[in-house]
């Protein structure tokens, strides 16, 4: 182990050395103007967050890093100029220079350190294409004193939009006559069409439009150029000032909020932070989403965010209790998903505060039919279960000790949680051969279960049972709303897994058969050189362990699908598991960027592993063609470094009481 550690910190090192060897350098092209105005630039010409990044060495010749460029973009060298950007007083960007034949010879860090810019730790770029029919190299820069780099941008009043349509050479003491048949011919105008321009300066923008003088100018809430402008830069500072709450009520007319809650929202908070209730829907996934958008549309969404196709979506109404905690009251039905919009949906809601439509993500990855009598309870935070309300305790007490780990022959004791205030009340669930109805159990009940002390002593443990311990819990909320916190969030002396370990504690939580006896965590990276070349259909790393499992990545160089990349955590020593052993798992899974971490695409997921299901991943984590794109950074001299990040969750944390101290 400290061989492989000093391994990491070394590799660690180089890779620090190396990095102040290398430049990064940000090249915009008129695509991305071209993609950016209009949609979240209004008032500069690009995000250079948001263009093409390269990660170059200092000492290449400029004239090499062109080479580089001709194949990440298919633009030949000869057509290529370079233009430096210029930061101004308003904090916007304007190319002002090209760069000279002398100073391309330069190396890339040369070029940087010589750039003015505030923030020299990068270079930024426009490219200027110029195609010429005859394929001759582009002429010396040509802008003298007497010339001007312009921008033009296009807006359109009746649809309320401003786009990015080019860029000209312009003598500054030329008249604007002469270059308005080439902006008609940019905006694909008629030769006769009138038009308006606003706003000149030298390297700044045009914004030009359709003449509306001999137009009604009533039928438009922004009938120019510049109303619009102003409406954009108002919201946008009320929107972050949080000022002129008509405006905002404005907006909230024609979007709504959606909050998705998942198992991994409640696994993350229950234990923690949240005792009595399942999830704080402050802290999940938000969404805000235009009211007329179908929900089949915005399903889609979620199948981008998540990583869930939406077949294996289903999606549960929360409804607010008088006790103020939340449960899922009942599954949106198909002809509710196909019909309605989210903001009817909405409507339709009975929360309380219909500002906003909270759900929870139920996902079914092998689809059932769905039953009225069906309901919903949430089992401990290991999962859930559909149940029949005719069905007896006693029949789902094998599903609940298969959930636990527990042996077929443990005895255990059921508790159903009633009321939180004034005292908390839990009632247990004595005659096993009662049904569910005839304990008055309803959707979304919370039912905590533990291993019966019957035959011990119980006046070892702190708190015997499920009631005791949830009574001391609300008692410290209530001395000052203290915050719980379980011991294992204090540090140890445990020694470190890999590369990082959460602390651990020694307490008897006897919940997974085979689990470790705290939350443990680590990250492995597998390099796959030849990355290309690989031709077998499935790839495994070498096993890697996590606490008492043993784990690999698979990868499926070409896709399940045929146009992405797919990726999966698998577990590998089931053998050597006790039978009807379930793993609860935390992980995600990466593609790293060798260029910009930035760009790092990273999946997240949590689920459990089971002896019928020891494979678990994303069968479309990447489209294949950003993965090959060589300007991209994800496949590197033929090299591709993907991350897995495990985590085993503290039994504590679910809401399962067991072997209590």
């Not at 010749?61 to 370079?82: D, H, M, N």
């Not at 294996?312 to 409804?319: D, E, I, M």
């Not at 919009?341 to 092998?366: H, M, P, W």
């Not at 060589?630 to 495990?646: C, S, T």
Request: net charge positive; hydrophobic share 35%.
């Amino acid at each position: 182990m400290d061989v492989r550690l000093n391994k990491e910190r070394e590799e660690k090192r180089k890779e620090k050395a190396e990095a102040r060897l290398y430049t990064i350098i940000k090249v915009a092209r008129d695509e991305d103007l071209g993609e950016q105005i209009g949609k979240e630039i209004y008032f500069d010409l690009v995000n250079h967050d948001k263009v093409c990044t390269f990660r170059i060495k200092k000492d290449i010749p400029f004239t090499q890093f062109k080479e580089e460029v001709a194949k990440a973009f298919g633009i030949p060298v000869q057509f290529q100029r370079y233009w430096l950007w210029y930061k101004r007083n308003n904090h916007t960007y304007r190319p002002y220079r090209a760069l000279t034949a002398q100073e391309e010879i330069h190396s890339v860090g040369q070029l940087r350190e010589s750039s003015n810019e505030v923030n020299n730790a990068e270079l930024k770029l426009f490219l200027e294409v110029e195609l010429c029919l005859d394929l001759r190299r582009l002429s010396s820069p040509g802008k003298t004193k007497e010339e001007i780099l312009l921008f033009f941008k296009l807006y359109d009043p009746l649809e309320e939009k401003i786009r990015y349509v080019g860029r000209l050479f312009v003598k500054e003491s030329g008249k604007l006559l002469e270059i308005l048949s080439k902006l008609k011919e940019l905006a694909g105008f008629s030769p006769d069409e009138e038009i308006d321009l606003f706003e000149l300066e030298d390297g700044d923008i045009i914004c030009f439009q359709k003449s509306l003088r001999n137009q009604c100018r009533e039928q438009y809430r922004f009938p120019e150029v510049p109303l619009f402008l102003k409406f954009v830069h108002n919201l946008q500072f009320k929107v972050t000032k949080g000022h002129d709450e008509t405006e905002q009520k404005a907006e909230a007319c024609l979007y709504t909020m959606i909050k998705v809650a998942r198992d991994e929202n409640l696994g993350e908070q229950i234990g923690k932070e949240i005792y009595f209730d399942l999830v704080n829907h402050d802290k999940v996934r938000t969404f805000r989403m235009q009211k007329q958008m179908p929900f089949t549309k915005f399903k889609e969404e979620v199948a981008k965010a998540f990583g869930i196709p939406v077949q294996f979506q289903r999606y549960w109404l929360w409804k607010k209790r008088e006790n103020r905690t939340y449960r899922p009251d009942r599954a949106l039905t198909s002809q509710e998903e196909i019909q309605y919009s989210v903001g009817q949906l909405r409507d339709n809601s009975n929360t309380v505060n219909n500002t906003e439509l909270k759900l929870f993500l139920e996902v079914i990855l092998c689809p059932v039919i769905f039953s009225p009598f069906n309901f919903f309870v949430v089992i401990r935070y290991v999962g859930r279960l559909f149940v029949k309300e005719r069905s007896k305790l006693l029949e789902i007490s094998s599903k609940l000790k298969e959930l636990a780990s527990f042996s077929p022959g443990e005895e255990i004791d059921l508790f159903e949680e009633i009321r939180f205030e004034p005292n908390v009340m839990c009632l247990q669930l004595n005659n096993m051969l009662l049904s569910l109805r005839d304990c008055h159990l309803d959707n979304g009940d919370i039912i905590c279960f533990q291993k019966s002390l019957r035959n011990q002593c119980s006046k070892q443990y702190r708190f015997p049972n499920v009631p005791s311990f949830l009574k001391y819990v609300h008692n410290r909320q209530l001395k000052g709303h203290e915050k719980l916190v379980p011991r294992s969030h204090f540090p140890t002396n445990k020694p470190r897994l890999v590369v990082e370990v959460a602390k651990a504690e020694t307490v008897s939580m006897d919940v997974d058969a085979v689990a470790v006896d705290g939350p443990v965590s680590a990250r492995f990276t597998w390099t796959v050189h030849n990355f290309s070349k690989l031709n077998r259909k499935n790839s495994y790393s070498d096993v890697f362990n996590v606490g008492r499992y043993q784990w690999r990545i698979l990868i499926v160089p070409k896709g399940n699908n045929g146009d992405h990349l797919s990726l999966y955590l698998t577990v590998v020593n089931t053998a050597a598991l006790p039978y009807g052993w379930i793993r609860y798992t935390q992980f995600s899974l990466a593609v790293l960027n060798q260029i910009d971490d930035n760009f790092t695409v990273r999946k997240d997921t949590q689920l459990q592993f089971t002896a019928r299901m020891r494979e678990w991943g994303f069968i479309s984590f990447m489209p294949l063609t950003e993965l090959y794109d060589p300007g991209r950074g994800y496949l590197v001299d033929d090299k591709v470094i993907l991350e897995a990040y495990v985590t085993l969750p503290k039994s504590k944390s679910l809401i399962i009481y067991s072997s209590p101290m």
